[in-house]
């Protein structure tokens, strides 16, 4: 799961910058719709590294 959220990461984040250079712009509707999915993305997996480390702390 982890691995799967790194690459989804990494995918919107290089799709983030291309909008951004296709649309001259960093505040382009496109560009924030991306950022915010990736946002959505990153917290999940901050949340999964921090459930994680919380199991390790218990065993």
């Known amino acids: 799961m982890e691995s799967i959220l790194q ?13 951004a250079f296709i649309n001259g712009s960093l505040t382009h509707e496109k560009v924030i719709s991306v950022s ?13 590294i921090l459930k994680k480390a919380q ?3 218990i065993s």
């Open 7 to 19: 690459e989804k990461i990494e995918s919107l984040r290089f799709e983030m910058i291309n909008q």
């Open 36 to 48: 915010q999915l990736l946002d959505r993305y990153i917290l999940l997996y901050q949340k999964l």
């Open 55 to 57: 199991l390790k702390l």
